[in-house]
């Protein structure tokens, strides 16, 4: 389905929009300031150092708590036209719970969002990017069914206050990396490794929290506020390793068991997890003397309640693998991997990146938006994150040469027909990534993270992208 060869556009479109994105937990600090709650972030880096790469928090992380009036200005500077930040769940409910509001975190919002606005560059909000309040989290987090009631609850709270301004809503950031890294192998705050089980339950709560604050935008907010609401899923592109019938029914079921999870019961006509995902893990729940599938299932109901609950795709993008068929027959021992049951390799030709997971792989891109393309319609996607990580360097060539490639890819598939109207690079300044701390930086902005005052510098990537925003092209087209 890709017309190889066809090269008309070297521009991007006119309604094609470049923006640059954030999370709280990654940028803010002051994780116990002016009110703010504790999450889950701030247990796990504080109980558990060792955990982090560096024995690193996100205390004080890029301190854009008070910096952020100079962020924005990094953010003007690039010319992009909108801004995706997140909100801390627990900086505006100390609780978690919507009984309490804290009046220093809805200032602090309210004055970014009024900031940007008079810069005209458009805020796009994530409600969730991973920093759950701990009391929450002490309920069993997300794979209690009664979290998404409390989500919900936090989303009608967000909306009122700013939805007057925030017209672009994210609920979720990646449901596949929050299910499995919190839940299937602990990586992630609070750190349940609980195998083929906790994962599960998340993206059934996940699904349901998400279905529960779209609805409740399209009853109580839509009308009067006009904005739209959409969810972030992210994942890889999986190509098959052979032409292999086999293979490439492994690489269907992998890509359904990643992207199709929570893709599918939200963006399908039918909805429900893919048909593939629920067989295999019935199969292998079945042969490890579980009474009945690990993975929940949707009532018709629930089906019905979560399909359709989007207005566009965000979609976070960061590499490819090659799949071939793995060892079908289930090891005793439960877990996601053994339940998709597929081999992934990297080619040794692929360029690496300081991460070990991120190779750069551009035209996996295009064929990742094809495939979207083609299996659910050609649904308005935004590309909510991309970007390359490396040690930090200042002249960060490699990184250049990754969004050039992987720009020029999306351009491709926009030729192709695909409706790709948003890129958002991932990230504007080098921040606090996860467990990995301060050890890989994805900022066009280098921050001093030994000097208190996080002094902040623009990469060689900065202008970069800032010459792309301003010709509406790429430099060097030649990949088409
Ligand atoms: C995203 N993968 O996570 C997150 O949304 C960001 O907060 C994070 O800083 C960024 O990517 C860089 O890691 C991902 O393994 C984590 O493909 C892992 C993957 C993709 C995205």
Known sequence: FIRNGDCQIHEFPSYFEFGISTSAYQIEGAWNEDGKGENIWDRFTH??????????????????????????????????????FSISWSRLLPTGFSNKINPAGVRYYNNIIDKLLQNDIEPMVTLYHWDLPQPLQDLGG???PVIAKYFRDYAIVVYTLFGDRVKKWITFNEPWSICLSTYENGNHAPGIAMPGIGCYLCSKVLL?????????YDKRFRKTQNGIVGITISTFWYESKTLSEKDAVATERALQMNFGWCMNPIFSNKGDFPKVMKDRIEFVSKSQNFSESRLPTLTPSEIKYIQGTY???????????FIEEGN???SQVPSFDDDVGVKMEVDPKWEKSAAHWLFVVPWGFRRLLNWIRVKYNNPLVFVTENGYPDKGELNDEARIRY???YLTELLNSINDGCNVQRYTLWSL???????SGYTLKFGLYYVDFNNSSRPRLPKSSASYYKGVINN??????TNC
Not at 311 to 321: A, V
């Open 47 to 84: 109980e558990y150092p060792n955990r982090i790469a560096d024995r690193s928090t996100g205390d004080i992380a890029c301190d854009s708590y008070r910096q952020w009036e100079n962020d924005i200005n990094l953010v003007k500077d690039l010319g992009v036209t909108y801004y995706r």
């Open 142 to 144: 997300l794979t209690n």
């Open 208 to 216: 349901l929290a998400h279905a529960k604050a779209y609805h409740a």
């Open 311 to 321: 207005d566009f795709l965000g979609l976070n993008h960061y590499t490819t693998r």
């Open 328 to 330: 079908l027959t289930p």
């Open 403 to 405: 969004h050039n490639q």
């Open 429 to 435: 300044t080098d921040n606090m990534e996860w467990s």
């Open 472 to 477: 509406r092209s790429l430099p060097n087209f």
